[in-house]
């Protein structure tokens, strides 16, 4: 699970990031508060790549992927990539999931067969 849920985050630093770009266009917001917000939500995505097997770490995953949604209040687009990368998080918890519990039957069963 950490592998696939690492790689979503890292592609939303990048997402975030670009995000941050195009909301320095619109003129009613401030180049600190977008880079600020920007900012904080990109070291979220990748403090959480090492968070996201501990308790607690999916669960701000999610809330991260809320944030961006909600972000397109303000950058129209991200309504359409956060949904996107919601699907993704979705998919990369829930395939990680079933890798995680395939490779633990296949210990299981090269211990019993050792």
Do not use: N
Not at 4 to 18: D, P, Q, R
Not at 70 to 79: L, T
Request: glycine fraction near 10%; charge should be positive.
């Amino acid at each position: 699970m950490r592998i696939l849920c690492s790689s979503t985050l890292l592609a939303e630093f990048f997402v975030i990031g670009f995000a941050g770009l195009v909301a320095m266009k619109d003129p009613d917001l401030s180049a600190g508060l977008v880079w600020t917000v920007s900012g904080v939500a990109m070291l979220l995505s990748v403090l959480l790549c090492g968070m996201v097997t501990r308790p607690g770490g999916v669960q701000l995953g999610w809330a991260l992927q809320i944030a961006l949604i909600i972000s397109g209040f303000f950058v129209p687009v991200m309504f359409f990539l956060g949904a996107c990368f919601a699907g993704l998080w979705w998919a990369s918890v829930h395939f990680g999931r079933k890798v995680d519990e395939a490779k633990a039957r296949w210990a299981a069963q090269a211990q019993a067969q050792s």
